[in-house]
């Protein structure tokens, strides 16, 4: 989509996230015709029932050119009649795709691709790392002033398999190439993207068996779409060797937890770093708290210290685009969910 810059004289940005007020006034710096209001209070208010702050939603949703979102608000199309484009707060955009309205309306939907990338390998290498060096069991040993020598892995020469070989899933294969380890890859094309020339073997769309059966590591990078929900179940959860590991970075529901669980408690499996889960907040009952060969993290592989100020440059460089009549980067295949 472009916009025509002649088309109004103002561009109303709606913002639904609880942003410092010195962000906000970023926004509403990019251009003189940028007019930004701040709802995300207001939904709050709202929900619990205050109609004034309902009636405030109201008046900035029917007017809104552009949304700047983490949460959809309820019927938003129906209630956003001018709405072009939505600039979402995160990647991954399963939730707000779930909103049928939306995916089936001309409104354009961006999002953060790109903006995790380092901080999501990091992660990624982080827990290969623990894995290997023992770090749970040196930890347990401290807990306990109890001495007791055991030896160590390395990384190198371990082969890595990736599934999902977007934006994020080259930046751990980046990564995993300075510990001078193997990496392979699947993607839903017959051929990964591969520019940086860093895959040892690119496998396509079919070739997730071979990858789960042969690899030490295997990385799951890919969206959460009606194509990729629960790839990883208990058939593949199986074909992986024994002393493999599994490290989930995207979605929870692309992996069957239960089979997972099963897996790594009996022993068939030999660890799994979950950043990600089917449901979040974790339930408190979920056996996955009681795994000892499971790394749990509360789905923040990706969200750095200064991620608010980080997003809203990314948005502002788009909303400059916008303006200016540009095509907007990052637009999501409604269709596809990425």
């Not at 502002?316 to 999501?332: A, D, Q, S, W």
Request: with cysteine; aromatic share 6%.
């Amino acid at each position: 989509m472009q916009h025509s810059a002649g088309a109004k004289d103002r561009i109303n940005v709606a913002v639904t996230i609880p942003l410092e007020a010195g962000l906000i006034d970023r926004i509403a710096e990019t251009h003189p015709r940028v007019r930004v209001v701040d709802i995300s209070q207001d939904l709050k208010l709202a929900e619990a029932g205050d109609r004034d702050a309902s009636a405030r939603v109201d008046e900035a949703l029917f007017t809104a050119e552009v949304m700047f979102s983490h949460l959809l608000p309820h019927n938003l199309i129906a209630r956003a009649p001018q709405l072009h484009w939505l600039q979402a707060y995160f990647t991954g955009v399963d939730g707000i795709l779930q909103d049928k309205s939306l995916r089936e309306s001309p409104v354009v939907l961006t999002n953060m691709t790109g903006f995790h990338d380092i901080a999501v390998a990091e992660y990624v290498i982080e827990t290969m790392l623990m894995f290997v060096k023992e770090t749970l069991r040196c930890f347990q040993q401290k807990q306990t002033r109890r001495w007791e020598w055991f030896p160590v892995d390395t990384l190198e020469s371990k082969t890595v398999g990736i599934v999902g070989y977007g934006r994020i899933g080259r930046a751990v294969c980046r990564v995993c190439k300075a510990f001078n380890m193997h990496v392979a890859a699947v993607d839903r094309t017959d051929r990964p993207y591969d520019p940086d020339g860093c895959l040892d073997r690119s496998l396509g769309n079919d070739g997730l068996e071979e990858l789960l059966s042969t690899s030490d590591f295997v990385v799951v990078c890919v969206p959460l779409t009606d194509e990729t929900r629960g790839i990883i179940g208990k058939h593949e959860i199986a074909l992986m060797q024994p002393h493999a590991r599994l490290i989930v970075v995207s979605r929870g529901n692309i992996v069957d937890e239960d089979a997972l669980a099963t897996a790594l408690i009996s022993g068939a499996l030999a660890g799994a770093a979950l950043d990600v889960y089917a449901e979040e907040p974790l339930p408190v009952d979920s056996p996955l708290w009681t795994i000892s060969n499971l790394l749990f993290s509360p789905h923040n592989s990706g969200d750095i210290k200064d991620y608010d100020e980080r997003a809203t440059e990314l948005f502002c460089r788009n909303l400059e685009r916008y303006v200016r009549g540009e095509p907007l980067e990052n637009v999501v295949d409604k269709a596809l969910g990425f």
